[in-house]
């Protein structure tokens, strides 16, 4: 640094503020494991969903079960068209975490 000119000391001092604004650029090894844990992150919360999807289904069922033994046909086709939605959100949510193992 003694033997650099004002110009390049100048610039490394610029340079050096900079990175500590800014942040230093990342290693590619680094990137690699952010995206990873991006990817891990998401098929968590698809898995979290899928879950909470998958008991939502189970109560539907148990309601339209009730709702059968009270002879409430409408409610019942209500129930069953709620049904048929959830399921396939579930079948969605499968087939994204699927597409996401895929790139992981």
């Known amino acids: 640094l003694e033997q650099c ?3 390049t000391r100048l ?3 610029f340079k050096s ?3 500590f604004l800014f ?3 990342k290693t590619p090894e680094e990137m690699l ?3 990873q844990r991006a990817l891990n992150r998401a098929i968590r919360d698809l898995d979290r969903e899928r879950t909470k999807l998958e008991r939502q289904e189970k109560q539907i069922i148990n309601d339209i ?3 059968a033994k009270q ?4 409610a019942v ?3 069953a068209k709620d049904l048929v939605r959830t399921r396939r959100y579930v079948k969605k949510f499968i087939m994204m975490k699927a597409n996401i193992q895929l790139s992981h």
């Open 11 to 13: 610039a490394f001092y």
């Open 17 to 19: 503020k900079m990175s």
């Open 65 to 67: 079960k009730k709702m």
């Open 5 to 7: 000119t004002g110009r």
């Open 77 to 79: 086709k209500v129930m």
């Open 33 to 35: 494991k952010q995206n």
């Open 71 to 74: 002879e409430k046909w409408a």
């Open 23 to 25: 942040g230093r650029k």
